[in-house]
């Protein structure tokens, strides 16, 4: 496993991840194309998205840490123009990474995630900003028939943030309780345990022997990522022992 990456890492990759997804949508032959990962969505619309999110998350972290929910959008909607939509999306990724810069990866900010174990800071929205940019650039390479693996340092930061944001929680498991591990094949490993406390993940170094576990996991960083939001199957990855594990947690929402 490498180190983790640093704030500054994170908005260079941000900047980087978003130039790949500006470069899918110069190549692509039609901007009506269907995405096939996101259904009833079109590329345009895979764009729009991109940039209004952007632009919400800035004025999100802009508003500091007194704001009560995530900001709307400012600015210009989203064009239809192949060269004017490339441009709102680069001022979109500007716009975020300034008001990252400007805020610092310690400061508060409003997010979703208050029941995870992510702190609600700048620095954790900058982790899964890199995470929505990145998957969603699978898609749009995806669409005009290019798809890429994820970076490895961007999969290897992607795996830390899902877990500890989007699948840690204090809402209580609904199942009997369970142990899950899931294991890279570049190094680490991480235990979630499921109980009625909720989701709590632990992450371990490669070599660490902390018992039995129900179901494990294994792949690459990058596959993985992919199995968490559903871009592949979770056959792509190897699996022992209670397969029901893992499709009762890829099923589940704590919120509903």
Sequence with gaps: MTEPLTFPDRLRLIDDRSAAFRDAIAAAPDLDAPVPTCPGWTLFDLARHIGEGRRSWAATVAAGPEASGRAAPGGPSAPRERTALRDWLAESTEQLLAALRDAGPDRGCWTWWDTSQSPQNCGAVARHQLQEIAVHTYDAQLTVGAPQPLPVEVALDGVE????????????????????????????????????????????????????????????????????????????????????????????????
């Design 161 to 256: 943030d899902f877990l500890f944001t989007c699948c840690a929680t204090t809402v209580p498991w609904p199942y009997e309780p369970a142990v899950l591990d899931y294991h890279l094949t570049e190094g680490g490993w991480w235990r979630v345990r499921l109980s009625p406390d909720g989701v709590q993940v632990t992450r371990l170094p490669a070599g660490d022997d902390a018992g039995p576990a129900d179901t494990a996991a294994r792949s690459t960083a990058g596959d993985l990522v992919l199995a968490f939001y559903g871009r592949i199957p979770l056959d792509a990855l190897s699996i022992e022992g209670d397969r029901q594990v893992l499709d009762r947690i890829a099923a589940w929402d704590p919120d509903a």
